[in-house]
């Protein structure tokens, strides 16, 4: 092997370069002699056994990805309790493969960042190819026939955000190319789900093979979302004479097809530019971080925080490999459902839509120094402690006061983990439904508890209204996070000028009112008024934000 060498800026010390590939990986003391734990298992032998006989496909190649799940796969790897890596699929942005997948051998460098400010360094070498998941890269799309149809392959993993299974837009009707795609069968999908569709069509043809189709995303039943989109897809296809309707049973045949539920937790945030210095100064070459055409930040390495969860619903028709013993835990479908409904609509996900909201509209870059104000603090304290708690269930697996604990008192306020309210703001319309609403609604299926009563979380939905007029508390502008119904529901907003709350009008009704939006009428459950009124407080003038959220907080 060749040698590079940089001078260490603090030492002015040689140091060798370290290059993100197979070969070079193979060199194991400069690694680490650098401080980088490698993998442990015969890299060769694993990926020679992945093509042939894949057990694995992710779909959704990103981050928490890399950072989460292919380690725990990497774990087993290591101790010799699997045999066969991972394929990784990106269905949304090729460019994360072509840029980020293909130049490095599929390699990533995970950094887990602690709270003292440590960083702990693994090359994650656990996916052995890295594909397009669409019909116009026709080698990559034809190697997931095989794959598909290879009696080997056990389970399809995704996380594709939740985004990736709307087939609908906020008015309830379907997207055209959803259309499109509805009408032209699985030869050419454009959805991603029309293209899992088409791709179980193939396993289907090949023997109705048993496999578990399973959603680690953050959204409520995420199995049951992920099924229905699929099964909506294989349906209009049956209707339209596309396929068979034996492949709707096949899809809908659990002893075949399993859709487990799963709640997921680490924080996984955009690469770190002071990560990316740190790791230039041990000699890390491939440091670059890519913002691709379709805004995704991702680079060679991966900075994550170190807690993290995944609990699954132990449904695999096909056989799974034992992640049990990578710290998964496995268990039934109520459990999960409690799981889930403790993080995403309580004890974490509300707490971070919450800080990333007013955290734009207050001018924070990082999700750390919001948890320094105090009046973000106590208003995600009440989201969380006063107006969550009282209606999550005690799953038992984990303690949900233990897990707020953590959350509030460890997780957030790391300073090392540069996570922003700009990023956990992305597809706030999205998940709005699934981290206030749910709450709202068991608020209105218990008869010691009223709606009506809560102030915090009608609060931060009044400040995501504000936040989508785009301009923050000083009256600046400000750039929105992406989101697929920003245009639709800025529309409703067109006439509303900042420091005239009578501009207001009717605009918020067709927001407030939508139940695809939120689960509910929240006219109907009497928060609709409520949160007019703290929009219009908001409305006020410049630093009327601020005022508001001192007010109601601190209550």
Same mark, same amino acid.
């Given at each position: 092997m060749l040698g590079y060498f940089k001078k260490n800026l603090h030492t002015g010390v040689d140091v060798e370069m370290l290059n993100l590939s197979i070969?070079?990986?193979?060199?194991?003391?400069?690694?680490?002699?650098?401080?980088?734990?490698?993998? %442990?298992?015969?890299?060769?032998? /694993? $990926?020679?056994? &992945?093509?042939?006989?894949?057990?694995?496909?992710?779909?959704?190649?990103?981050?928490?990805?890399?950072?989460?799940?292919a380690v725990l796969q990497q774990k087993l790897l290591n101790e010799g309790k699997a045999n066969s890596a991972i394929v990784a699929v990106e269905t949304f942005d090729e460019e994360i493969i072509d840029r980020i997948y293909a130049p490095y051998d599929n390699l990533g460098l995970l950094v887990i960042m602690k709270?003292?400010? %440590?960083?702990?360094?693994?090359? /994650? $070498?656990?996916? &052995?190819?890295?594909?397009?998941?669409?019909?116009?890269?026709?080698?990559?799309?034809?190697?997931?026939q095989e794959i598909f149809a290879n009696p080997s392959l056990r389970l399809a993993s995704f996380t594709i955000t939740e985004k990736g299974y709307s087939l609908k837009d906020l008015q309830g009707e379907y997207f055209d190319f959803v259309l499109e795609d509805m009408k032209n069968g699985p030869e050419k999908p454009v959805h991603a789900m029309s293209k899992v569709a088409a791709l179980m069509y193939t396993r289907f043809r090949n023997g109705k093979l048993p496999i578990a189709l399973v959603s680690m995303d953050n959204c409520s039943h995420n199995g049951e979302v992920l099924h229905a989109s699929i099964r909506t897809i294989v349906e209009k296809w049956v209707e339209n004479g596309l396929v068979e309707k034996g492949f709707l049973d096949y899809i809908n045949n659990e002893e075949k097809v399993s859709f487990p539920w799963t709640m997921i937790d680490k924080i996984t945030p955009r690469p770190s530019e002071k990560v990316r210095d740190a790791l230039a100064e041990i000699g890390f070459k491939n440091t670059e971080i890519v913002q691709t055409a379709k805004n995704t930040y991702i680079a060679p390495f991966i900075n994550a925080e170190a807690a993290e969860y995944l609990v699954v619903e132990d449904k695999f028709p096909n056989g799974r490999m034992p992640l049990e013993e990578a710290g998964v835990i496995f268990t039934d479908r109520e459990t999960v459902n409690k799981v889930e409904k403790m993080k995403v609509g309580t004890c974490l996900n509300p707490l971070h839509t919450a800080l990333a909201i007013f955290g734009c509209l207050l001018g924070y870059e990082l999700i750390a120094d919001e948890m320094k104000d105090e009046d973000l603090r106590r208003l995600i304290e009440r989201i969380g402690y006063e107006e969550?708690?009282?209606?999550?269930?005690?799953?038992?697996?984990?303690?949900?006061?233990?897990?707020?604990?953590?959350?509030?008192?460890?997780?957030?306020?790391?300073?090392?983990?540069?996570?922003?309210?700009?990023?956990?703001?992305?597809?706030?319309?999205?998940?709005?439904?699934?981290?206030?609403?749910?709450?709202?609604?068991?608020?209105?299926?218990?008869?010691?508890?009223?709606?009506?009563?809560?102030?915090?979380?009608?609060?931060?939905?009044?400040?995501?209204?504000?936040?989508l007029l785009g301009l923050d508390d000083n009256g600046q502008e400000m750039s929105l996070s992406p989101d697929p119904m920003l245009e639709e529901l800025r529309s409703y907003l067109k006439g509303v000028e900042l420091g005239q709350p009578e501009s207001v009008g009717d605009s918020l009704q067709p927001i407030l009112s939508n139940e695809k939006l939120f689960g509910s009428n929240l006219y109907d459950v009497g928060l609709g008024e409520k949160i007019e009124g703290y929009f219009k407080e908001m409305l006020a003038g410049k630093g009327a934000v601020r005022e508001t959220l001192r007010k109601y907080c601190h209550g």
């Open positions: 070969n070079d990986i193979k060199n194991r003391k400069i690694w680490e002699d650098a401080g980088i734990k490698l993998p %442990t298992f015969d890299y060769d032998k /694993v $990926a020679a056994a &992945t093509a042939e006989n894949p057990e694995w496909v992710h779909f959704g190649a990103g981050n928490i990805f890399r950072g989460f799940i709270s003292d400010g %440590t960083l702990e360094k693994e090359v /994650v $070498a656990s996916i &052995t190819e890295g594909l397009v998941g669409d019909p116009s890269r026709e080698r990559d799309w034809q190697r997931l969550g708690l009282p209606v999550v269930v005690d799953p038992g697996v984990l303690n949900p006061r233990d897990f707020i604990d953590e959350v509030i008192g460890e997780r957030l306020p790391n300073p090392y983990i540069p996570d922003s309210p700009q990023r956990i703001a992305t597809d706030t319309s999205q998940k709005v439904g699934i981290r206030f609403g749910e709450t709202i609604k068991a608020y209105t299926g218990r008869e010691d508890l009223d709606p009506v009563d809560l102030t915090c979380i009608p609060l931060a939905i009044a400040g995501w209204l504000r936040y």
